[in-house]
């Protein structure tokens, strides 16, 4: 890919271009937990945005997109979103930067990468993060890591309208190779845990679907675990979020709050209490109990959060009587997207063939598979 963006660069624009990339990610576990100021337990993976830059000395920004095989040029004095195109992202970053104070000029880019889109992997938070840190090299900006996570995430806000949380920025920006981050999204501490797989592989299986329950699901759950917290608040003292309560404390809310309701919130708290099982875990090098708290993580996401669909539980399912798969769970905001499994290297292309041929028996549908590989944040090639 980095050849291919020289190449490229240099036809467009005779120029010789800085590079950078930067990662995609995945979430080992701690699904929903972020906008309930929880635990999440991400890591960037060896699926990047790879991003080509250099001055030009002109007022406009010239980029080129290798995926979409298309040219935009906007004026860096004056420019807004535009809904749906994939340069809203590269625009967003740009006007952060240049709210910050900092002084963009004009400058040529292409960019490209190999992040499978729609998959969950976050390709946006990796295009809006490598091209941040692409102006921050080319310009000799000194912006702080976690300053360019915040600019990332509000260049997705304010620009591409989606009010997603910090994880997939920090991820993309902060990966560390080998090891999953436990972030907390209260307080965006952060420590870092090695997953050492040995003879095991994390391998995504893409549904190859998206429901389109998705978006008012997610805004319904937020809502839900939002009225958890304000029961809790008239029965109990010093309660901020579903972070503050424990499986113990919703019990005197039985009387409030609908089963189903409260079940949102048990799926939180328990969640959280996973990602920390989960680190210990880790510490331990004990892979077989993360196995088994992916399995539990994703019972409840489908039965107490119902952000599953058949889809991915059929996916779930078929792993639990192989003795070589470890443990699978849905991965992200749910209703289609990818199941993350940790399964051993030598049983990969049987795990594929099984599956399928079982899922297009089933759905019709012919699914994905990505091996990926714990990586570095965004850096400069």
């Known amino acids: 890919m980095r050849k291919l963006i020289e190449t ?6 005779q120029k010789v271009p800085l590079i950078v990339n930067s990662p995609g990610r995945i979430n080992l576990i701690g699904e929903h937990t972020d906008y309930n100021e929880g635990f999440v337990m991400p890591a960037a993976i060896d699926k990047k945005m790879y991003v080509g830059i250099a001055e030009n000395g002109l007022s406009n920004a010239r980029i080129y997109s290798l995926d979409f095989q298309e040219e935009f040029t906007f004026d860096i004095r004056s420019f807004s979103p535009k809904k749906g195109h994939w340069a809203t992202y590269i625009m967003g970053v740009t006007a952060q930067l240049q709210q910050a104070g900092y002084q963009v000029k004009g400058f040529d880019m292409v960019f490209g990468g190999d992040i499978p889109v729609g998959a ?14 692409a102006l921050a090299s080319l ?4 912006i702080p890591r976690l300053s360019l996570v915040h600019y990332a995430q509000k260049a997705e806000h ?23 981050i436990r972030l907390d999204c209260r307080d965006l501490s952060y420590e870092y845990f090695p997953l050492d797989l040995g003879d095991y592989q994390i391998l995504l299986v893409d549904t190859q679907v998206k429901h389109s329950l998705a978006d008012t699901a997610y805004n319904r759950r937020r809502n839900e675990c939002a009225e958890v917290v304000l029961m809790a608040q008239q029965n109990l003292v010093g309660v901020k979020s579903l972070r503050d309560l424990r499986l113990k404390d919703l019990d005197q809310l039985k009387a409030y709050i609908n089963e189903e309701v409260l079940g949102r919130g048990e799926f939180i708290i328990e969640e959280n209490e996973r990602v920390i099982d989960t680190s210990k875990a880790l510490k331990e090098g004990n892979l077989k109990k993360v196995g088994e708290l992916m399995y539990a993580s994703h019972e ?3 039965k107490k959060y119902s952000v599953s669909c058949t889809e991915l539980d059929f996916l779930v399912e078929m792993t639990q009587p192989m003795d ?6 849905m991965m992200g905001g749910g209703f289609g997207g ?7 290297k030598e049983s990969v292309e049987i795990f594929k063939e099984t599956i399928t041929a079982s899922y297009a028996d089933k759905f019709k549908k012919t699914p994905k598979f990505y091996e990926v590989n714990l990586e570095e944040g965004t850096s400069r090639l």
């Open 300 to 302: 409840g996401l489908s």
């Open 139 to 142: 310009f000799g900006f000194d």
């Open 324 to 329: 070589y798969v470890l443990g699978s769970r």
């Open 120 to 133: 969950g992997l976050s390709s946006s938070a990796a295009l809006e993060c490598a091209a941040g840190f």
């Open 338 to 344: 990818c199941t993350i499994n940790i399964l051993k």
């Open 158 to 180: 304010l620009f591409a309208g989606v009010q997603c949380g910090i994880m997939d920025q920090f991820a993309s920006v902060m990966g560390k190779k080998g090891h999953v």
């Open 8 to 13: 490229t660069f240099k036809d467009l624009f």
